[in-house]
């Protein structure tokens, strides 16, 4: 039987990996929409 002490470790550390992964995806999201948005702009001006 696995301690509840442990499985609330293990819970706590993928929520972490999770925000990790989602505020990295959502980074990447953003970079590559600002990339677009540039030259969006400049065939525009």
Do not use: G, W
């Not at 925000?19 to 030259?39: A, C, G």
């Amino acid at each position: 039987m696995i301690s509840l002490k442990v499985i609330h470790i293990i819970q706590f550390n993928i929520n972490k990996l999770i925000q990790l992964f989602v505020m990295y995806t959502v980074q990447n999201l953003f970079k590559k929409f600002n990339l677009i948005n540039q030259e969006y702009f400049l065939k525009n001006q």
